[in-house]
């Protein structure tokens, strides 16, 4: 054995006691030779497979919650109730840091050769925080409620697409209108919590069969949770008690991490992320994922509704200086459609579009637009940096001669009076496992959150084909088509890829990097525990 | 026989407050009908703004139905006033909260930052001004003004950032979130709060300690402070007898403004600590058009204004003797 790899197990015997955190970790390993690549990999390995300690109170200062937040699942939008829904709910499933299936009230699940219907085995034994047993009656009352166009649901999209939902015994069958074979999948939308009797009587009660039971729940200001005595998976939810504190401002939010007010912190803004990292005690965690940020126009609306128009903006953006200015280096440039090498079958051939302000001239010149400005909407919470970011744009844009303006909005209020309702402003999107669910749920003619209206026959008719479509190399061509629809026609400008940044105290263990979404996919206070 | 209809004879003073109290409620009405028309002007429909761009003809139509809008506005006004008369604000539109309570613990808070920092501002800012008058022109009048009107200067988000680093991160004595919560202890609330007050008395602390300079500074010129001197009186003597009592006016009158300004006016400092309190609340609403709690936090603040101001004048009055013994 030489010196280099007894020190490393060393190390790594001092991570699974919790003794050692991943910058520290990963420094030593970096000097011992490792690449940080690998380093951060067998990191992760080590600390999900340390024991974990139970008890405690964890103590979460979030970026994303407003005062009007409800608890009803299906229309939860921004990082608090997701992060709250995932506290108190459980899905049928849910994705794994690597992509694949976890199981979580479904058992198994399996599908006819052709992906045409679905069987989802449902674990038994399951209680709701109410006591009552969950059932597969249960499961198909819930998705039933996200069907209705009452229940205003994200998820409508999704669950549109089965034709017929069958319970018997503990058997949920699931029958499509079309084939798709990624259905499992779209089962892990963070909208689809089982709720007893599906929600119907109450969507509000916050009643599920998560790890955590609600006691507090004061929207925009605090969430606390008691640990659910039966909850069914002993090997997650160690904490006793659990606070999430809306702490809306960043640089409140970043001083109550660096106090040890908070434990872990969403949304580090990636000009203090440096300086964050150096303060003791704190680590931060950067993610990269399938989270971009975007500015999105409308395609049926003036002057957007005209494609030379969206052309000359796509091409007016200078996506390495965003990267570099305000993602501060954590994270990658984007391609104008919302797949990156973190999906599955993504085609790294569609070439990429730079910055060319004398193309983006050109195409403005050829849109015959008026001259009058054009207003792009923004608010600091539209995504860290989104004011600075359409700043830059602005900028850009106004080099090549377009009349690009930037108009500065409130935080609150931005998700529900600009965001999908006003024809040009900043986004986010957090990403989804797959590329039919993103496209399905933002892209598709007749999805709730087509946030950029952008409807093309050709484009749904891919997005269907290759849903169904069990032939790999097929189905790849067919996303790479309608990538560039998306890229060529559509009505966002991608910009760049962020790294999904969190800081985490020295007291908290267990975390691992999770590109599914922020704070470990919403699942870092159910998985972590107080060292 | 007109005699028989007098009561006893009314003491002036006595008049006078009510007379006061009476034009505040007449100015309260006045104020609760120009929120009405201010609210009513905006631009926009409220069933539009809670249905949002997938609004059907149908629901909309629903829902103002529901929400009484297709009503007259004189109508939809009694009927708004009627309920504020009897407790009842309404139903918060974007959540369905009933607005009285939500106000309730919220106004709470309110009162309570307001309370704390004003315990501390306004003695400490009447005795710096005493102080400061005491010593006119010379250095302790100069570092005591020089500070004070170097944090007055201070926008309050920079005062707020400075105190944070400076508390929790240099000194780690205090918490950067001051939220406060029902089953906190006192203490516990007051220990989050620490930051907030010192930044709010930080920004009130200027304009109190001046007026009481300067008031006092004024009397000073006044013949019978010069029959003090004659008299021997030590000088902190002559200002705490003879000349503060003299200066109470125009001391009360600025420091009623600045507790208005700690309950109505401190949203910024709210938001930087995250403190859950009204001006927040009210925030919050307006960017989502909800108008019910708009209208309701809109009044309170309104009446918290007026009273404070009726209190300054009456204060006035009773502190000078010749508007207390009107010829």
């Given amino acids: 054995m030489t010196d280099a790899s007894r020190q490393l197990d060393h190390m790594i015997e001092r991570v699974r006691k919790g003794r050692m955190n991943r910058r520290e970790f990963i420094g030593r390993s ?278 030379d128009m969206r052309m000359a903006l796509k091409l007016a953006i200078n996506r390495q200086e965003m990267v570099e200015k305000i993602l501060g280096g954590l994270g990658s440039i984007g391609n104008d459609f919302p797949i990156n090498a973190a999906y599955p079958l993504f085609d790294a051939s569609i070439p990429q579009r730079t910055f060319d302000p004398a193309m983006a001239a050109e195409h403005y010149k050829k849109s015959g637009h008026d001259g009058s400005p054009i207003v792009l909407r923004v608010a600091p919470g539209a995504f860290p940096g989104a004011v600075d970011a359409a700043n830059l744009f602005a900028a850009s844009a106004n080099g090549a001669g377009i009349p690009l303006s930037v108009q500065l909005e409130p935080d609150d209020g931005y998700w529900s009076n600009v965001w999908n309702v006003e024809p040009f402003c900043a986004s986010y999107w957090g990403g989804r496992p797959v590329q039919d669910q993103m496209y399905s749920t933002a892209y598709s003619s007749t999805a709730d959150w087509n946030d950029t209206k952008f409807k093309n026959a050709r484009f749904d008719e891919l997005l269907l084909a290759a849903r169904g479509e069990l032939d790999q190399d097929k189905r790849k061509a067919e996303y790479s088509e309608m990538a560039l629809l998306v890229r060529d026609e559509g009505g966002v400008i991608l910009p760049m890829f962020n790294d999904f940044v969190c800081g985490v105290s020295d007291k908290v263990a267990g975390w691992y990097d999770d590109p599914n979404g922020d704070m470990m996919a919403g699942r870092a206070q159910v998985r972590c525990w107080m060292a | 026989m007109l005699d028989g209809l007098k009561g006893p004879p009314v003491h002036p003073v006595l008049k006078l407050l009510v007379q006061r109290l009476a034009l505040g409620l007449l100015l309260l009405l006045a104020v609760s009908a120009v929120i009405f028309l201010g609210v009513e002007a905006l631009p926009g429909d409220t069933a539009q703004a809670i249905l949002g761009q997938s609004a059907t003809p149908q629901a909309l139509e629903n829902l103002r139905n529901q929400l009484g809008l297709n009503e007259p506005a004189l109508t939809r006004y009694f009927a708004w006033l009627g309920g504020v008369l009897t407790g009842d604000l309404g139903i918060s539109l974007t959540n369905g909260s009933d607005i009285a309570t939500a106000i309730g613990q919220r106004l709470g808070n309110t009162l309570f930052l307001a309370g704390c920092a004003a315990a501390i501002a306004v003695p400490l800012a009447i005795l710096l001004g005493l102080v400061a008058a005491r010593y006119a022109g010379r250095w302790p009048d100069k570092v005591i003004s020089g500070a004070t009107l170097t944090t007055i200067s201070l926008p309050e988000f920079v005062a ?168």
């Fill in chain 1, 30 to 307: 970096t000097a011992l030779g490792v690449s940080a690549g690998l380093a951060g990999a067998l990191f992760g390995k080590v600390a999900m497979a340390q024991e974990a300690k139970k008890g405690g109170t964890m103590r979460l200062g979030m970026y994303g919650g407003e005062s009007t937040n409800s608890l009803d699942p299906a229309v939860a939008a921004s990082q608090v109730p997701y992060q709250v829904n995932m506290t108190w709910g459980e899905m049928l499933v849910d994705t794994t840091p690597d992509g694949g299936l976890d199981m979580r009230l479904a058992e198994e699940v399996s599908s006819t050769p052709d992906a045409m219907e679905w069987k989802f085995k449902i674990r038994s034994g399951v209680e709701f925080h109410n006591g009552q047993t969950l059932t597969a009656d249960d499961v198909v009352a819930t998705l039933k409620r996200h069907t209705d166009e009452q229940s205003q649901s994200g998820a409508l999209g999704i669950v549109q697409g089965i034709a017929e939902m069958k319970a018997e015994g503990d058997m949920v069958t699931l029958t499509l209108k079309e084939a798709n074979a990624d259905l499992p999948f779209l089962m892990t939308d963070y909208h689809l919590m089982i709720q007893p009797g599906g929600g119907v009587d109450n969507p509000t009660a916050g009643i599920g069969a998560g790890p955590y039971v609600i006691e507090v729940n004061e929207p925009g200001v605090r969430h606390t949770f008691k640990k659910f005595a039966n909850y069914f998976d002993s090997s997650i939810g160690h904490v006793d008690e659990i606070e999430m504190l809306v702490i809306n401002d960043n640089t409140a939010r970043t001083a109550a991490l660096q106090s040890g007010q908070v434990h872990i912190m969403n949304r580090v803004d990636p000009k203090v992320a440096e300086l964050l990292a150096g303060v003791p005690g704190v680590t931060i965690s950067s993610v990269p994922g399938r989270g971009h940020y975007v500015f999105i126009m409308h395609c049926d609306k003036a002057p957007f509704d005209n494609n």
């Fill in chain 2, 160 to 327: 707020a950032y400075f105190v944070i680093y400076l508390l929790t991160q240099v000194i780690p004595i205090f918490q950067p979130v001051a939220m406060v919560f029902p089953g906190m202890s006192f203490w516990a609330k007051l220990n989050a709060i620490a930051l907030p007050v010192i930044v709010l008395v930080l920004v009130v602390l200027a304009h109190m300690m001046r007026m009481t300079r300067a008031a006092i500074l004024n009397v000073m010129q006044s013949a019978y402070i010069e029959t003090a001197e004659l008299k021997g009186l030590s000088p902190m003597t002559m200002i705490w007898r003879h000349a503060f009592p003299n200066a109470i006016a125009p001391v009360v009158s600025v420091v009623m403004l600045n507790l208005a300004y700690l309950v109505v006016g401190v949203v910024v400092v709210e938001v930087v600590f995250s403190y859950n309190a009204l001006g927040q609340y009210l925030v919050d609403h307006v960017t989502k058009r909800d108008l019910p709690v708009v209208q309701a936090v809109g009044l309170i603040f309104a009446a918290v204004y007026i009273l404070l101001n009726m209190l300054a004048d009456i204060i006035g009055i009773l502190a000078n003797p010749r508007l207390r013994h009107p010829k």
